[in-house]
């Protein structure tokens, strides 16, 4: 089993930044994907952006240019830097930890809210 803990997450004014940070424990498999998603009410979750193992990153259009995903293998944590915030920024933002080369290696944070106001 792995458990992720997210924090972070709060309320910032557009222009703003925040930092959110996902603990990974437990049973870590290192070659993995980690990454942020992000949803609100009555949406399906979307992806923010992912880094794999090695160091590889890919973010959605919408926050390219204005977040950086990061992590750090030692501490199997993964950072997501937030810069420029918008009010459509706001949302329950989701780590998650997953590995193709396992069947089912697939977890999920509790989420994070985060709320930009205008």
């Known amino acids: 089993q792995v458990q992720l803990v997210e924090s972070g997450g709060g309320l910032v004014q557009a222009g703003g930044s925040l930092r959110l940070s996902c603990a990974a424990s437990?049973?870590?498999?290192?070659?993995?994907?980690m990454g942020w998603y992000r949803q609100t009410p009555g949406k399906q979750r979307d992806l923010v952006a992912t880094i794999t193992s090695g160091g590889s990153t890919n973010y959605a259009d919408s926050v390219k240019g204005r977040f950086t995903i990061s992590r750090d293998n030692a501490k199997n944590t993964v950072y997501l830097q937030m810069n420029s915030l918008k009010p459509e920024d706001t949302a329950v933002y989701y780590c998650?930890?997953?590995?193709?080369?396992?069947?089912?290696?697939?977890?999920w944070g509790q989420g994070t809210q985060v709320t930009v106001s205008s």
């Open positions: 437990g049973s870590i498999f290192s070659i993995n994907l």
């Open positions: 998650n930890l997953r590995s193709r080369w396992l069947e089912g290696y697939d977890y």
